[in-house]
């Protein structure tokens, strides 16, 4: 296999490319030096107005404004990206020379996160083109749902059939429901051969799919001699840990399938069991004690891998890193499938724009970089103190082992694998909820504690301790996940996410400290600050929405007259910054419509999710409440496209409501404008035409124009008012919302008699 011709020994197997963004880079300066001015204006003509509070507040809110972006400037700065070639790869080293890898696979609610998506996922990783006999794939059940284990174990019977059959006709896309629903089945192969296993392959995968859907509304049985009998009368919060291993590659061949390993780890009220990095970590022990692989990669249980090769472009760089020694990690964007059209909740683009330096949920990590050692760690076996081991990796001999092996990387060899059946109980041992105490998991080693968004405060620690990570962005795209797909899910995930991110400035992972006291970059901390710092901005965003309606509510003033210079400083920001992510959006190929939609949601988002993400952890901080891992609700939409009903089609992307108060701040900000555009117009009509009518008036085109704009940002909600069923705002909430935009009304005309 391994033919040494010169071409294929001199090219190199990753390449990084530097992005030419020197057009991208002027207009950011040019928005910089327009917001600067803006604030110079703010201070020199302090004095010239007759009520200061909006110009305070305004000039408050644009300070924000401009730190944020000098922040998003460094994100961006300097682009670039790796290109792998696994072509390049196969000819140049052998099969058996890749290293193991660890697959992981997280869910935790068969309702919440159908399993037949679950089970796609892992069937597209059982047939990914690498070796078998080199991957194991555990599935961690946090739901302890024995419809998982049934669906798994149907499913790695079905996976027999199905990667054969994927690795015969080289298949582009190997989970079934994309593979067999994509609109135009245009056939690998012409031949009858094809055409029948084909029909035979979709038939198994239909009754997969109705086996699946029966046995979720029926019960387990539970008899002694049944497969089901360790879960029942057990509860999810409460059980003791299951492990099973499906299927086993005892032979050690290639071509069968990989290991399959069902884990629930178990739980207790007493103990706390930090969501999906409790499970990462649980994970990172159950494997390291039976296949100890050097590699691991872990995907979400929606995340299917939708190019066969990923594996082989992971090699490449870490073949082609090899001699770097600082790469810890290598990344996979993740997109997202069958995205709702035009992105009504501006929920799928971000992985377009957020320059991706820490994003951390789909990838190959090195597992000595998850054990906490530093680049430059040479560790020898004997060096190994089993004190320290025992300290931080807890009591169980076979795992103090196993970690030494992977720390003095004397276990890149296939042969010291185990027969996995006799490392059940000490599975089990490291899989107990207790096993962490007196250790340093989640604090020091593995998947860290003390954010909802433990992937970027994981990935941010190891950036810290001097590890560089790799993206890569093969074509097709390596993963491909769902995104929320209603207005409250995709509101609970962003709420999440930017909570998450807040928090981890209140760690010791903070990324000013990790500058000063580790290995971070400064360039790297501001970028990382950019991103924990989404929180606050949504404080500013509201003030800055309710100013316009404040100042003509009051008869003030926040921007300039249209007839004074600096009037065009605020154009030239609007325009410019508003043309400048459109174009940034042409040029990643997003339509118009696209684009508005992100830039309303931007704004909708901010004032509800992201304010809500902020106050929560305001809370957390002062001990009042806990923040929580709230998982996203995953759809199955088993037939998209064709044969949906109209009904279907027209609900799709159109905002739904529940009770929820995140949504309230936008209420107000919706209803206070909108009484204020309605107090401007009442005036307006009220004064016969003179040339100064606004000016008579005390109303100026800024505000005016803000204030629009605002309202067009929350058309949505305005719908929402008068919507009916789940399509309309809750009565409650709008009752609420009125009675607390009036009282900002009434506090308006009391502070500027005041002030
Ligand atoms: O107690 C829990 C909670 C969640 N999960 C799993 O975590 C994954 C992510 O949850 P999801 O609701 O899909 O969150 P997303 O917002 O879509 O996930 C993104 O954000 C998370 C952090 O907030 C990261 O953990 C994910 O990797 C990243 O894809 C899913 O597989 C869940 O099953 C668990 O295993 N146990
Ligand atoms: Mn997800």
Redesign the pocket.
């Known amino acids: 296999m391994a033919s040494n011709t010169p071409d294929s020994t001199c090219l190199p197997l990753q390449e990084t490319i530097i992005l030419n963004n020197k057009t991208a880079r002027a207009i950011e300066l040019v928005i910089l030096s327009l917001l600067v001015s803006l604030l110079v204006y703010r201070v020199v003509y302090y004095k010239d107005q007759d009520q200061y509070i909006p110009w305070l507040l305004a000039f408050l809110c644009e300070s924000w404004f401009t730190f944020n972006w000098i922040l998003c400037m460094c994100t961006k700065w300097d682009q670039c990206i790796t290109k792998t070639y696994p072509e390049r790869l196969l000819k140049r080293v052998n099969e058996s020379e890749f290293p193991a890898v660890d697959i992981f696979?997280?869910?935790?609610?068969p309702i919440?996160?159908p399993c037949i998506i679950t089970m796609n996922t892992v069937l597209s990783l059982l047939a990914v083109d690498y070796p078998a006999d080199k991957l194991a794939l555990y599935l961690?059940d946090?739901g302890c749902s024995p419809l998982t284990f049934y669906s798994l174990a149907e499913t790695t019977k079905f996976a027999k059939l199905w990667v054969p059959f994927c690795k015969k006709y080289n298949v582009q896309v190997r989970a079934p429901f994309r593979y067999f629903n994509s609109k135009s089945t245009s056939f690998e192969d012409n031949s009858v051969e094809f055409q029948q296993e084909w029909k035979k392959m979709k038939k198994e995968y239909g009754d997969l799919y109705k086996k699946i859907d029966l046995a979720a509304q029926r019960q387990f049985p539970c008899d002694d001699d049944s497969d089901f009998v360790v879960f029942c009368g057990v509860h999810r919060s409460n059980h003791p840990t299951i492990i099973k291993v499906i299927s086993e590659n005892k032979e050690g061949t290639p071509n069968d399938l990989p290991h399959v390993i069902y884990l629930s780890r178990e739980k207790s009220p007493k103990h706390q069991?930090?969501?999906?990095?409790?499970?990462?970590n649980v994970l990172a022990r159950v494997s390291g004690v039976i296949t100890n692989a050097p590699l691991m990669l872990?995907?979400?249980?929606?995340?299917y891998a939708n190019n066969p090769q990923v594996f082989l472009h992971a090699m490449c760089m870490v073949f082609g890193f090899k001699n770097e020694e600082n790469c810890a990690f290598f990344q996979f964007p993740?997109a997202f499938y069958d995205g709702l059209k035009d992105d009504p909740f501006g929920n799928q683009l971000a992985h377009l724009f957020v320059r991706i330096f820490a994003y951390?949920?789909?990838l190959n990590i090195l597992r000595k970089v998850i054990y906490g050692s530093s680049p430059h760690d040479t560790i020898k076996s004997d060096n190994i103190n089993n004190e320290d081991l025992h300290k931080i990796f807890g009591k169980s001999i076979e795992l103090r082992e196993s970690v030494a092996q992977i720390l003095s990387e004397s276990n890149s060899k296939i042969e010291n694998r185990r027969s996995h059946s006799n490392f059940i109980e000490a599975a089990i041992h490291v899989a107990s909820c207790s096993y962490e105490y007196g250790t340093v998991w989640g604090k020091q080693v593995g998947w860290l504690y003390g954010s909802?968004?433990?992937?970027?405060l994981t990935g941010l620690s190891i950036h810290g301790r001097g590890w560089r990570s790799v993206m890569t962005s093969p074509d097709p795209l390596a993963f491909l996940?769902?995104s929320?797909t209603t207005f409250s899910s995709s509101l609970t995930?962003q709420k999440?996410?930017i909570m998450?991110l807040f928090e981890i400035l209140f760690t010791n992972k903070n990324p000013l400290l990790l500058t000063i006291k580790g290995n971070l970059w400064f360039r790297q901390a501001l970028g990382y600050f950019y991103f924990c710092l989404w929180a606050v901005r949504s404080v500013y965003e509201l003030c800055y929405a309710s100013l316009p309606a404040y100042c003509i509510i009051t008869s003030s003033h926040f921007l300039p007259k249209i007839n004074e210079r600096a009037f065009l400083i605020f154009m030239g920001i609007f325009f410019i910054y508003n043309l400048y992510v459109l174009w940034e959006c042409k040029r990643v190929g997003v339509s118009l419509h696209m684009w508005w939609n992100l830039q309303k949601m931007g704004r909708v988002n901010a004032m509800t999710a992201w304010l809500f993400g902020f106050l929560n952890v305001i809370l957390k901080l002062m001990g009042l409440s806990d923040t929580v891992?709230?998982?996203?609700k995953?759809e199955h939409r088993p037939n998209n496209g064709d044969n949906d009903n109209e009904d279907d089609n027209e609900s799709v992307g159109r905002f739904t409501y529940d009770e929820s108060l995140m949504i309230m701040p936008g209420v107000i900000i919706l209803l206070v404008n909108m009484v204020a555009l309605i107090n401007g117009m009442l005036r307006f009509l009220k004064v016969y035409y003179s040339e100064n009518r606004m000016g008579v008036l005390g109303l100026g085109w800024g505000e005016m124009f803000c204030n629009v704009w605002v309202l067009l940002c929350f058309r949505e909600f305005l719908k929402g008012l008068f919507g009916s069923g789940r399509y309309g705002i809750p009565f409650s909430t709008i009752w609420k919302s009125g009675a607390l935009a009036l009282l900002f009304v009434q506090l308006c005309r009391r502070s500027s008699q005041f002030f």
């Not at 696979?105 to 609610?109: A, E, I, S």
């Not at 891992?629 to 996203?632: A, I, K, L, Q």
């Open positions: 696979v997280t869910t935790t609610d919440l996160e961690s946090d069991h930090h969501y999906k990095a409790g499970a990462m872990n995907v979400d249980c929606d995340m993740q951390f949920s789909v909802a968004t433990e992937d970027i996940g769902c929320a995930q999440r996410w998450g891992f709230e998982v996203t995953k």
